[in-house]
């Protein structure tokens, strides 16, 4: 069995251990040797109690003496040469632990004993080694947090580097609200401006946003080309998830008008970007093998929002009904509008949202519906598209009124509301020549046009910025007319 020891023995410095140890040992040893002295001296001359006595007590006398000597002597020699310089490293070893790097280097007596000097030099060889192990971890763990922290969210990264659980496969079950914005006509725009040109605009676009994402504390889940899904909700839930995400898309659009302002001194054109928001339950976690994966979110949530997305234009923040039944006491939205997707049992029910009150208190800045048009009538052809491809044949139509962002036409056949048209002016201005635009179909009356046809209200995603000037032309002509 090993020896028990108390708190107060187990505390004890070199110090005390040391002086202590020696004083009660050379007590013993003048102790033994003054009975030994006693008991020779009355064995060999018979001295009697009194004679004892009295040399007992010259004895004592002259051994407290010696006793006196031997630990002044011992303490001094013993502090200078061995108390000190282990306190000196145990006070040292104490400074390094409370994170004192300037404890590594300590100077001491050159006359100390070797082992302690051997000691000292293989400590502070070893602690140098460490602090530099050390400041080359700290500064790869630094590394991989600024530069992964730059792919994935800065939360997300420390729980990764973290957690035991963070590099494995799998995930766990939240509900969260996915926040989901893509540019409209990005890819006219980038067809017909120099590639470096273009990743210029996109990044300073994407700069922007991800900002304002991460001020309202979403994370960036994906950047795919130009379109951003964001989620918030993660690595932990908050009460407000459902409000900072509808608040953070409204700063998004305001922010772009802000983005086009400054670009368009510069001679870019106007970016407009659409954004969808959705609440549900997903699973949040790795995702992939062992030899590729990556951290992100799955579910019909992320897909409904995706869907919500590419039914809003330029401009507009549309929402599904999750979301909005749960920020419905704040929200200001426009009526509910509902589309039958593929793929999904049920119809898909979203909100355009106009305004968000307190403490959020955000409206979008650009009202697209704001100006009401004024009466040109344009022939043209259409081409209807079925997912991203234009059916081949052309169907033809007419423009009834015209403003900077909508066209109500008149068409020869039925089209479904969120319909997406390519469509081309066949003629001719001054030299000029149309772009097809590309708009989509955001309401449109049941019956047809009295004048035969179907009238449909549509809204413009892409025009080339000098047709949209000949046709703002037009329309200020046609109202100072009128």
Not at 4 to 14: A, E, H, L, P, T
Not at 22 to 44: D, K, N, P, Q, T
Not at 112 to 118: K, N, S, V, Y
Not at 421 to 433: G, Q
Request: include cysteine; charge should be negative.
């Amino acid at each position: 069995m090993g020896h028990i020891r108390s708190d107060g023995q187990k505390n004890k410095g070199v110090r005390a251990v040391l002086l202590r140890g020696v004083f009660w040992r050379l007590l013993i040893i003048e102790a033994g040797l003054l009975v030994l002295s006693l008991a020779y001296r009355w064995w060999s001359e018979g001295a009697g109690p009194e004679a004892l006595f009295w040399y007992g007590l010259r004895i004592i006398l002259l051994v407290g003496i010696i006793l006196a000597f031997m630990m002044v002597t011992l303490r001094a020699f013993l502090s200078r040469k061995i108390i000190l310089p282990l306190e000196a490293i145990a006070s040292a070893n104490r400074a390094f632990h409370e994170d004192n790097p300037g404890s590594v280097q300590h100077v001491f007596a050159e006359n100390a004993p070797r082992e302690i000097r051997e000691i000292i030099a293989t400590r502070e060889q070893m602690l140098q080694t460490i602090l530099d192990t050390s400041r080359k971890r700290l500064r790869l763990v630094n590394f991989i947090r600024e530069t992964f922290g730059r792919y994935l969210s800065q939360k997300i990264v420390d729980q990764i580097l973290e957690s035991p659980e963070g590099q494995k496969i799998g995930g766990q079950r939240k509900t969260v609200t996915i926040l989901m914005s893509d540019l409209r006509g990005f890819t006219r725009i980038s067809e017909k401006r120099d590639p470096e040109e273009m990743v210029r605009i996109l990044n300073r676009y994407l700069g922007r946003m991800s900002e304002i994402i991460v001020s309202w504390e979403g994370i960036i889940d994906e950047i795919i080309g130009d379109a951003i899904l964001a989620v918030f909700g993660v690595p932990e839930n908050r009460e407000d998830d459902t409000y900072r995400a509808v608040a953070c898309a409204i700063a998004m659009q305001n922010a772009l008008v802000q983005l086009n302002s400054e670009m368009a001194k510069e001679g870019y054109p106007p970016l407009e970007t659409g954004i969808g928001v959705n609440t549900g339950s997903v699973i949040v976690g790795n995702i992939g093998s062992e030899v590729r994966m990556k951290y992100g979110v799955v579910g019909s949530a992320v897909n409904s929002a995706a869907r919500i997305e590419s039914n809003a234009i330029g401009g507009q923040v549309l929402i599904g009904e999750t979301t909005y039944l749960q920020t419905a006491d704040k929200l200001h939205v426009k009526p509910p509008q509902t589309m039958m997707m593929k793929g999904m049992e049920s119809p898909l029910v979203f909100y355009s949202v106009e305004k968000i009150d307190p403490p959020y208190d955000l409206e979008l800045e650009a009202d697209r519906d704001a100006h009401p048009g004024v009466q040109i009538r344009l022939p043209f052809y259409f081409w209807k598209f079925v997912g991203k491809k234009a059916c081949a044949d052309a169907m033809s139509g007419e423009t009834h009124r015209i403003s900077d962002d909508f066209m109500d036409v008149c068409v020869e056949t039925r089209l479904d509301v969120f319909d997406d048209l390519r469509i081309r002016f066949e003629f001719c201005v001054e030299a000029h020549c149309f772009e097809d635009l590309y708009a989509k179909v955001v309401s449109g009356d049941p019956g047809p046009d009295p004048a035969g046809g179907f009238t449909f209200r549509l809204a413009i995603t892409w025009i080339d910025p000098k047709d949209r000037e000949i046709l703002q032309k037009w329309t200020e002509d046609a109202q100072i007319v009128r």
